[in-house]
């Protein structure tokens, strides 16, 4: 057999392999939000006295008005997203930013303050911050943007 014959049939049976656990992964990402919102839906119905105080909470700190925008409020609660090691917490509030028209280069910044005050711990959790991103930027592509609402 050619080098060349040998060599595109372990390209195509690489792709096999791989193409699959790519699409699992990327369904694992799109899962994530979702995932969150049901979870925040049964505790809701579990706890409602809880969540709503939680909820209450999170509207006065976030969307009410103030010295900083919201968008400015989405990047510290990033941060600590990332500090912490919060994945959901880094993909809603990722969300959250890009909502208020937060471009990928502001919330990749805002995010690197995160690594400066974690250091390594913080700076592996920046890959959900990208997915996160990625995310919205193909629900936001295919005009699927209600399931953020």
Wanted: glycine share 6%.
């Amino acid at each position: 057999m050619e080098k060349n014959t040998f060599l595109a049939i372990i390209l195509i049976i690489t792709c096999l392999i791989t193409l699959p656990k790519t699409q699992i992964l990327a369904q694992e990402k799109n899962n994530i939000y979702t995932e969150l919102s049901e979870f925040m839906e049964k505790f809701e119905k579990k706890c409602p006295d809880i969540a709503t105080g939680f909820s209450n909470l999170h509207n006065s700190v976030m969307n009410s008005g103030g010295q900083l925008s919201i968008k400015e409020k989405e990047f510290i609660a990033l941060g600590i997203a990332v500090s912490t090691r919060c994945e959901y917490c880094i993909y809603y509030h990722t969300i959250g930013a890009m909502k208020t028209g937060a471009t990928e280069e502001e919330i990749l910044e805002a995010a690197s303050v995160a690594i400066y005050m974690s250091g390594g711990p913080g700076y592996t959790y920046i890959k959900h911050v990208m997915d996160a991103i990625e995310v919205y930027s193909d629900m936001k592509e295919k005009n699927n943007t209600e399931k953020l609402e």
